[in-house]
């Protein structure tokens, strides 16, 4: 029988990927992204990327961008997804969030910020083995940040 393979130290819920098949049907309808900034390498969803390492919330924004960020703390991505589209510095922010209408940074970062769609269904979160998590525990929702254009 094979041993089993230990569990990165680093890995947390937050590391989660997002199933290709979601990204892919984002970019149908946005076009492709071009800047994930809160992932891993192995999860990317996107060419340019920011690791942990980088601290995508450091660094500028461009183009369209694909953001799931740390569910544990979400308010910092999305305070910088509304930063980075009202003063046009990327065009677009597509961020994959909890739906957690019950906390302030959904009341002052998402509701009246950006444009909700809300995931029928659970994601099927995409774990540390490259397997699909069994029972995902939050419903989820886009929210999409869009530069303003006067």
């Not at 569990?7 to 892919?24: E, L, M, N, Q």
């Not at 269904?121 to 006067?150: C, E, H």
């Amino acid at each position: 029988m094979a041993a089993a393979i230990e569990k990165p130290a680093w890995w947390s819920s937050d590391h989660w990927s997002t199933p290709i098949d979601i990204v892919r049907e984002l970019e149908r309808e946005f076009g492709s992204f071009d800047l994930d900034p809160c992932c891993r390498p192995e999860t990317a969803k996107a060419p340019k990327f920011y690791t942990p390492e980088d601290d995508g919330l450091s660094k500028p924004w461009f183009g369209h961008v694909f953001l799931n960020p740390p569910y544990s703390k979400p308010a910092p991505w999305l305070k910088k997804a509304i930063h980075e589209t009202r003063e046009g510095i990327c065009d677009m922010v597509v961020a994959l969030l909890p739906v957690r209408t019950d906390t302030r940074w959904f009341h002052e970062l998402v509701n009246h910020q950006a444009d909700l769609r809300f995931i029928k269904g659970r994601v099927r979160w995409i774990g540390w083995q490259g397997t699909p998590i069994p029972n995902p525990k939050d419903p989820s929702m886009l929210a999409v940040y869009q530069a303003f254009n006067p």
